[in-house]
């Protein structure tokens, strides 16, 4: 089975910075679209951003651009979320996210898309 593990949430003040982690089960890193997703209380489940496996192109919400960067580690078997200049309005439960199938500008931040997730870790700005 294929299976996604999120880690590094917590709270912290505005501006300050988190790391994301998540951790896959090995095929989950063959060719595929991985993401960040988040969901705050009472809101749809908003894509933050995307990768491929091996890098590539990236993706970001325009929410995010220029404070949050998606990217795997040297070992391409964690994928990283760092958010810098946190707001408030970033609190929300992060989801990891993972899928075989190649997304477009208009496809990689629906969460329809996904096939595989992880359970989440909550981040919390005040």
């Known amino acids: 089975d294929v299976q996604l593990v999120e880690s590094g949430g917590g709270s912290v003040q505005a501006g300050g910075s988190l790391r994301l982690s998540c951790a896959g089960s090995?095929?989950?890193?063959?060719?595929?679209?991985m993401g960040w997703f988040r969901q705050a209380p009472g809101k749809e489940t908003e894509g933050v951003a995307a990768?491929?496996?091996?890098?590539?192109?990236?993706y970001y919400a325009d929410s995010v651009k220029g404070r949050f960067t998606i990217f795997f580690d040297d070992s391409q078997t964690t994928l990283h979320l760092q958010m810098n200049s946190l707001k408030p309005e970033d609190t929300a439960m992060y989801y990891c996210?993972?899928?075989?199938?190649?997304?477009?500008?208009?496809?990689?931040?629906?969460?329809?898309?996904?096939?595989?997730w992880g359970h989440g870790t909550q981040v919390t700005v005040s």
């Open positions: 990768i491929y496996t091996g890098g590539g192109t990236t």
């Open positions: 996210a993972a899928d075989p199938r190649r997304k477009t500008d208009e496809s990689w931040h629906d969460a329809f898309w996904y096939m595989f």
């Open positions: 090995e095929y989950v890193y063959d060719g595929n679209c």
